[in-house]
Structures are given as structure tokens and as C-alpha cells.
């Protein structure tokens, strides 16, 4: 089923972003164990290896002709501005005794 598909292309993502955390990391120790000199090749070449073993991923669209924009707003009134109180007329402000 479509929701089932879902989420697994998601859980896939998480898989592949927790994997991807970690590449700058293993880089710099395949540098300082192996001697690699050129580390952003080696960033690049692990994420295309864990593109070709984890594969592609779908892109999840959402296709609803159903949906009209004009009815999803329907009800929502955009909250209106309170005017800022005033101060009462004849009354001063209190100043500090202290200084």
C-alpha cells in the first residue's frame, strides 16, 4: 500500500542521514590511518558508494485533485491587531525616589 511505502522511503532517509553524519568522520580517520591525501575525493567516493548500496530514493509527491485552496481557508480569519493602551489621561507616570 501506498502509506506502507511511505514509510519506508522515511525510514530510509533517517538510515541515510545518520549514515551520512558519520562520512566526514570516517574520512578523517582513513586519512590519519591510511594516509589518504585527498579528503573531499574520499567524502565524495563514500557517498556515492552509499548511494549505489543503499540505491535511489522515490521522491513522495502528493497528488490530491481534491484539494482546493480557497475551501482549506475557509474559517480561518487572520487574527486581528488589539490597538496598544493608552495611558490614562491625567495621570503621570511614577518616577523612581532612588537614583
Known amino acids: 500500500m501506498y502509506v506502507h511505502k511511505k514509510r519506508r522511503i522515511l525510514s530510509e ?3 541515510r542521514d545518520y549514515i ?3 562520512i ?6 582513513l ?9 573531499d575525493k574520499t ?6 558508494i552509499l548511494e549505489k548500496h543503499r540505491g535511489q530514493l522515490e521522491k513522495i509527491g502528493v497528488d490530491n485533485p481534491d484539494y482546493d485552496e480557497e475551501l482549506a481557508t475557509f474559517g480561518k480569519e ?13 495621570k ?8
Open 43 to 48: 567524502e565524495k567516493l563514500l557517498k556515492q
Open 78 to 90: 487572520e487574527p486581528e491587531q488589539e490597538p496598544a493602551e493608552e495611558e490614562p489621561k491625567g
Open 31 to 39: 586519512k590519519e590511518l591510511i594516509g589518504i591525501k585527498d579528503v
Open 20 to 22: 551520512s553524519t558519520y
Open 24 to 29: 566526514p568522520h570516517v574520512t578523517a580517520a
Open 92 to 99: 503621570e507616570k511614577q518616577t523612581k525616589l532612588t537614583e
Open 13 to 15: 532517509t533517517k538510515r
